[in-house]
């Protein structure tokens, strides 16, 4: 596929998911793209705590699509960013994987996915509805992977689903992850962080797609 269709079938899949948003019933097709994106948000939260040498107790997530992580120690103002900007770096790797590389390699990136999925449900176990909608999820992958032939479609899909997320989740009040950043950096504004993230998530996509698109490979 060239360069040209691969950015047309990226806009058509933006067009198709905010379409969904909107749309009667919408949220309910969404509702397992949506619960992964929540595992990429929750999971980018634990990734950042062990880089900065503390570990992760549980992760969590909730059947109405929002999440927890639970860490111990750690730099918390770093743990705080990993789950918009932990979430931005994997849905962008998800993206240059699926379009580099071959279709049987992108299936092994939902493979790895899922095993990401199942690893946490076992060792990071919150409670029972996680653990459910882990491996409900984990299955679906399962299935998808070996059933459905254009799986780098998906991966973009889920691409799009993250950072998408992100820009509708700086809408969320007070326990927003950037609300409990801004706590810790009081005499700086709430919106100077909201802005910061946001510009640094769009310079990672534009980076991104710099990278893949060059006409130099």
Known sequence: MTHKN????????????????????????????????????????????????????????????????????????????????????????????????????????????????????????SDLISLILLLLIWASLIYLAKRFTYNKIFLWFLWLASLVHIIFDFRIGPSSDLAKFSQIFIIIPEFVFMYLWLFIVIWLVFYNLRMIFRKDI
């Open 6 to 125: 691969n950015i047309l079938l990226l806009v058509g899949l933006l067009a198709i998911y905010i379409a969904l948003k909107y749309i009667p019933y919408g949220d309910t097709i969404l509702y397992p793209i949506n619960l992964i994106v929540t595992f990429l948000h929750e999971f980018g939260h634990s990734f950042f705590a062990v880089i900065t040498g503390w570990r992760v107790i549980s992760i969590e997530i909730n059947a109405n699509g929002s999440g927890l992580a639970t860490t111990a120690g750690g730099i918390y103002s770093i743990i705080l960013m990993g789950g918009y900007i932990g979430s931005a770096i994997f849905g962008n790797i998800l993206l240059y994987t699926s379009i580099r590389w071959s279709d049987e390699l992108s299936k092994n990136i939902i493979y790895l996915l899922w095993w990401l999925m199942i690893g946490c449900a076992i060792f990071f176990y």
